[in-house]
């Protein structure tokens, strides 16, 4: 078992292989947080815990005279609110009565093989040879009788420990929670650094690493969706930390719409970390009986530096998040005709760019947006996913089996969540939209979004959806989301019910993707929210890649796939070569560069193939063979970032590595041309010391050991947005 309770110490200690998580039961039943870190055993962590008595921190009444000890003080596994812990809570409830006092007493706990489950929530899944322990604790608040469950499981080789967190209303009264966190977790500061990834559409997960102050900081989403603007992951740094050394813990929410990410530095010097979801518009009100659960967190340390905690996130997801056939499956070489076409678009031309597809060795085409309704700019017909005549005139049982004979896979495009204002939906459903009554809704990109907390809606899209997945042999679905949610409202639930909606509103998208991807499990889902709006973990358990961004500039990507990396694998984020001018920058870059990036990623292309000079064509060709000849390596290589974009070195370079270390991908990309360059040599990573390797392009053969302390000298060359990757082999002498 990885997870042991002393009957003597009353302390519960969670392992994985190396790390050690702790919280002990103290004399007043309180539970309190000890340590979380490199892996200790036989130890009891409690030593450290300081009992001294601070003014104005308030003593709870089992203490009422011993002034030394105090919630507000000691570390605590929940905190909640109103019980002398000033601190911010994980937790607020209100009572019928008005009072919003919440203290929670250690009840009871239980320890068993396997992992816990979480109803209609995404959430982590043994698999493999991975050892999972779960524990459950009980807590109760002794007027109230509310029930608090913390679950926790261990992913031992993975070295994560998954957390959740069930309210359960056990009195006869109506409790309203206004705040649930997924998970609390109380340090001694060291100094750290909170690292995050913020952004915006076209520029979504942009590293920024700031000291924490004493000024709690706060990030996350209130646009219903995880968001461009922040993501569901952050990294605390030990300020020493860098790549390949230092201490480092990271938490990742399983969720895909409002959520926040607390650091408080206290007045003790104590840092309280929580991640959870939104509070804002949520008031969910239990009644009798009823239990909530919040969404899962994942949470791993690292004594090792950014790139092992980043590999224990990657692992983690590739293993026991993502699901189905195309787990590990390979996936096709798609290119998509959004940038070659938009809305202007018809059979002959799919036709044509997928002619041109074969030749270059392209495995797929998809159909993007506009195949349906009256659907020829962004204004109208989202919902009436019916095939638009004048575009496909034989529908798409007809294009599809034509596609499929020129030995291509076919995807197709939806945005089911939406519904446009000029649409026969609209017409004949107008209270499927959310919309407050009496109040002019907010549009965005002219359309509305669809009230997915009503059954009735999922089933329609359930049916619509699967309609036209039936008719025809389809390999893909691209499912986008192009609006943040507003006037969030349900015409079906009750004024009280309201503050549940939010959640409701992503239970029911979890719902209806359950449902799609269990009854057509052939199919391959990408889903996409304007590039990369809802690229979390949550979204990840249903469909296996994300469209990581709408932008496809090959230098923009450095960054925006660089901070992509550090929670999330290879394997999962969309990458494709567009056209030049790049559409969203104006900025021209070789092809060469364009494909160089895009290979750290699901590879595809973004443009008109019909368009392409002599010259390019062999280059796609190339380009499509090496993505083949090196898949395995491109999606489940392990990953290091050795120069990244925000050391202004004017190089941003990445490796791959396989898992027997006999073959590794070096990308070198330049980002800013230099005069009169010094000499620049790059350590790689990875290697086995004492192997002797070819690198492609170097004559001699060099061990591991000088590939990674010496390091290799960067060729120099002069221009901008040059780029190369270079392949490297074990030697077999
Ligand atoms: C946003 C997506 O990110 C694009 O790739 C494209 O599918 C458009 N939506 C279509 O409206």
Redesign the pocket.
Known sequence: MSILYSEQEKVVTLHTASTTYQMKIDKYQRLLHLYYGVRIDDMDSSYYLQYSDRAFSGNIAEARYNRTYSLDVLPQEFPTYGMSDFRIPAIVVQYEDGSYALDLVYHSHKIYPGKYLLDGLPHTYEARDEVVDSLEIVLIDPVTKLEVTLLYSTFEKADVITRAVKVTNNGSQKVSLQKVMSASLDTMNREYDLIHFHGRHNMERQFERVRLSHQTAQFGSRRGTSSHQHNPFFILAEKETTESAGACFGMMLVYSGDFQATTELSQFETVRTQLGLGSEGFNYVLEASETFTAPEVLLSYSSKGLTTLTHQFHHLIRHHIVRGKYQYKRRPILV?N??AT??DFDENKLLALADEAVDLGIEMLVM???WFGKRDN?QTSLGDWFVNQEKLPNGINHLVPQIHDKGLKFGI?F?PEMISEKSDLFKQHPEWHIHVPNRESVTS?HQYVSDLTRSDVRAYLYQVVSDILKKAPINYV?W?M?RSITNNYSLKLSPEEQGKFNYLYVKGLYELLERLTTDFPDVLFES????G?RFDAGMLYYTPQI?T??NTDAIERLTIQHGTSFGYPLSTQGAHVSAVPNHQTGRVTPLDTRAVVAYSGIFGY?LDLTKLSIDEKEKIKEQTAFVKQHYDLLTNGTYYRLISPETQAGYVIWQLVSEERDESLLFIVKNKAQANTPFKMVRLKGLLEDNEYQVETYEKIITGRALMTQGLPIVETYRDYDATVLYIQKTTC
Do not use: A, I, L, P
């Open positions: 998509n959004w940038e938009y809305f993007d947006d506009g962004d495009w945005e990109r691209k986008d192009n996409c929210s304007g590039g709006g469209w961004s709408d973004e």
